[in-house]
């Protein structure tokens, strides 16, 4: 039997997900805000549960009416608070009496849930199946429209203890003789509190690595065009094109404007859909980058299919440096959606001991699975 907590999570993310199948536009940090909210109020009063999720969860009011809808079906479905949320498929749609509603019905005196349930209808959705369609199946006009998509994406990295300090109300830590100065200045010189200064947070760095070789030409593209996303948010991330070589791509995906940034980073790798030495190409980014100080604490993630032409020991030896040096290395293959697949390949097969997180980027889906896990 699982803990409490654990089943809170679980339900937090899939309730998230849901929101996000249906259009609404969730961000990621939201989805920990709102377990933690569960944690405190629990799962069993309706009432505090869905004021729980609309406090955090929602960015926008017009999202009110299809959040009431979303919340009926997921936790109404429950048939006890320990199980498990309905599996809700590709083409739902969510209908009740009346979607304006602000709260959930209360009980009645009789202390049974109100007659006045919400009703599910099933309806065509494209959005949802373009969210889990795979991109090497994607017609152009599906690509472009998941490339709009792909904007809705926040990936930012996981907080890190920072060296800067920050004012703290806590009785322990650093004095910080200048504030504790200023308060008795204006207090006629009197010191009645010291104040304390404590370490504050910042974001960890995301390098992303993404192989433009043959091999994964079904995929780069998407995959180019989520990274734009990531460091056109000026949310310290870098990125990198591997291949025959290493090419730097941050600059290049800095423009706001996704055609130009794709562009010039189509024009600055010049070994575009060629071979691929992952070896090599990891070798010369941690020789330059990554060990001197880019991967030291970063969450650095490869998007790869991990076919490779050079050394597999090579590889190996170049992934367990990164490893040492890293906080998290995540491997996202897009042929691991794939029935039956196996990590069989030389480079993959070398790879995967000193990788954190295996993960699969195929698809819409997969990429916001992808931005929870760096969350």
């Known amino acids: 039997m699982e803990p409490e907590g654990r089943v809170d999570e679980r339900l937090a993310v899939g309730f998230a997900r849901l929101l996000r199948e249906l259009g609404i536009g969730v961000p990621v940090g939201s989805t920990t805000m709102f377990a933690s909210a ?68 209360a009980e009645d005196d009789d202390g049974g849930a109100d007659h006045h349930r919400p009703t599910l209808a099933l309806r065509w959705s494209s959005t949802e199946i373009l969210r889990n369609k795979d991109f090497a199946e994607c017609t152009p006009g599906e690509m472009a429209e998941a490339h709009r998509l792909m904007s809705d994406i926040r990936m930012v990295g996981a907080l890190r203890r920072s060296r800067r300090q920050r004012p703290s109300r806590a009785r322990r830590g650093r004095p910080d003789i200048r504030r504790t100065v200023q308060t008795a200045l204006r207090n006629g010189g009197d010191v009645a509190r010291l104040e304390r200064l404590a370490p504050g947070t910042r974001r960890r760095r995301v390098v992303l690595l993404l192989d433009v070789s043959g091999s994964m030409e079904a995929y780069a593209r998407a995959l180019v065009r989520f990274a734009h996303v990531a460091v056109a948010a000026r949310r310290q991330v870098e990125a990198f094109a591997l291949g025959t070589r290493l090419t730097r791509l941050t600059r290049e995906l800095s423009s706001r404007d996704p055609d130009e940034a794709l562009a010039r980073a189509s024009a600055a790798v010049s070994d575009w859909s060629g071979g691929t030495r ?53 491997w996202v293959n897009p042929l691991k959606a794939s029935p039956g697949y196996q990590p069989l390949a030389r480079g993959m097969a070398a790879a995967l001991p000193h990788v954190d997180e295996f993960v699969e980027g195929h698809s819409l889906a997969s990429l916001e699975q992808l931005a929870e896990v760096l969350t």
């Open 38 to 105: 569960l944690g405190e109020v629990g799962i069993d009063d309706e009432v505090a549960v869905y004021w729980a999720g609309r406090s955090t969860l929602l960015t926008r009011p017009e999202d009110a009416p299809l959040y009431n809808r979303a919340f009926a079906a997921w936790w109404w479905g429950r048939s006890a608070p320990s199980g498990a949320p309905p599996a809700l498929e590709q083409l739902v749609a969510l209908a009740t009496d009346d979607p304006d509603a602000d709260l959930p019905p």
């Open 278 to 330: 992952l070896g090599e190409a990891l070798r010369a980014f941690n020789d330059e980058w990554g060990v001197r100080g880019m991967a030291r604490g970063a969450i650095v993630v490869l998007l790869s299919d991990g076919w490779d032409r050079g050394d597999p020991d090579d590889l190996a030896e170049q992934m367990a440096r990164l490893h040492r040096v890293a906080h998290k290395v995540v």
